[in-house]
């Protein structure tokens, strides 16, 4: 499966000068972890998240550091801190590093960055522009559509077999038996030795009556 197959496509986003108190709040609206941000032609120019939020002077929660501590903290730690504690503007406190990925990206390389980069959410694009969101959620709900899916499938395709065993043992032209039939996502396959031509288009005829087969892949080989 692929980002497209389970992305959100209608998002929340903020813009750069939208102010934090609004970003906050359509936070809390949607019930979302994080906003992308997106400039005026609609590409992302970065994101806001609850982690950018966390330590604010609102809450009392800004860094506190010892006079030591702060002295051999780069300049450029302090600003970036600062401006996320004390920042009006979105521009002010959004991380502006975005990790994003494709419609095609294989959900498996949307785990692996979410996984890397320790984020919930990554931003899908089309040429450069939000396309959608992917985030943990949607992955495990993509992960129990596909459990049931599965589960689905393989009791369609051993109610297939169970049918065609019966009609095979119901026939007196051939000694076709169960080592002989397996079936998976609807199509038969009929392997093992048969004694004529004959033989082989009545299985496979009788095979392609049963309901709910695709397909029967013909493996037999004739003897004669």
Known sequence: MKAADVMVRNVATVGPDT???EAVGILADH??????VVD???RVVGIISEADLIRREELGTEAR????LEAITPAAT???AF???HGKLVNEVMSHQVISAEEDTPLAEIARLMEKHRIKRVPILRDGKLAGMVSQSNLIQALASDLARTDTVKETDRAIRFELLARLSAQSWTDF???NVTVTDGTVHLWGLISSEEERRGLIALAEDVPGVVRVADEMIAIN
């Open 19 to 21: 102010s934090v108190a």
């Open 177 to 179: 038996g169960s080592r």
């Open 65 to 68: 550091r010892s006079w030591w």
């Open 40 to 42: 005026g032609d609609g």
């Open 83 to 85: 401006a996320k504690s």
């Open 78 to 80: 302090l600003a970036e």
């Open 31 to 36: 019930d979302a972890s994080a906003l992308p």
